[in-house]
């Protein structure tokens, strides 16, 4: 499964984000974390990338945590 955490900025984020890192350390191997900080250049692609990376191949017994702030996420305005 995919945990997809969108960090919106002084909403208690933090706690949260430490939550879900104590998760992935207790489930050992079969779990793992990945973030996207930062706004810039460069970064949206980063940001595809790094998802793309991160939830492919997952078993059945696999969980992905990703976690994006809110500078680093560039969401659809449209939709």
């Not at 909403?11 to 973030?35: D, E, F, I, R």
């Not at 996207?36 to 793309?52: A, L, Q, V």
């Amino acid at each position: 499964g995919i945990i997809f955490f969108y960090h919106i900025a002084c909403t208690g984020g933090a706690s949260m984000n430490h939550w879900l890192g104590k998760q992935v350390k207790h489930n050992g191997p079969h779990t793992s974390y990945w973030t996207s900080w930062g706004r810039h250049d460069g970064r949206e692609r980063k940001f595809i990338d790094g998802m793309n990376n991160q939830t492919k191949k997952i078993g059945p017994n696999e969980w992905r945590v990703v976690h994006a702030h809110g500078y680093s996420y560039f969401p659809n305005a449209s939709e």
